[in-house]
């Protein structure tokens, strides 16, 4: 079974940066589709960027343009660097992996990191 373990979460003002980090164990990483879903008190877990074996992506409309997702399958690592913040990113941000085919939200999870955007 993947084991993930994320990185990176704090507290940040408003238009501030961050960059969450995920290690992967296991020889799938290669093959696997990463991405980072967030869920806000009160809110569903939601998508907000995945990144497939080839490196193709998408993004949650909410971070287009200011969240970039990127993998190094040499590392096992995926990351999210998070531009221009906004107190509505503040939520648990959560590393996933799925094998090719799987359904969207399937998969291994990390426990979460904390972010906060905030004055």
């Known amino acids: 079974q993947v084991q993930l373990v994320e990185s990176g979460g704090g507290l940040v003002q408003p238009g501030g940066s961050l960059r969450l980090s995920c290690a992967a164990s296991?020889?799938?990483?290669?093959?696997?589709?990463m991405g980072w879903y967030r869920q806000a008190p009160g809110k569903q877990r939601e998508l907000v960027a995945h990144?497939?074996?080839?490196?193709?992506?998408i993004y949650a409309d909410s971070v287009k343009g200011r969240f970039t997702i990127s993998r190094d399958n040499a590392k096992n690592t995926v990351s999210l660097q998070m531009n221009s913040l906004k107190p509505e990113d503040t939520a648990v941000y959560y590393c996933?992996?799925?094998?090719?085919?799987?359904?969207?939200?399937?998969?291994?999870w990390g426990q979460g990191t904390q972010v906060t955007v905030s004055s």
């Open positions: 296991g020889s799938i990483f290669s093959i696997n589709t």
């Open positions: 996933n992996t799925r094998p090719a085919g799987w359904p969207e939200g399937s998969g291994s």
């Open positions: 990144i497939r074996p080839g490196g193709s992506t």
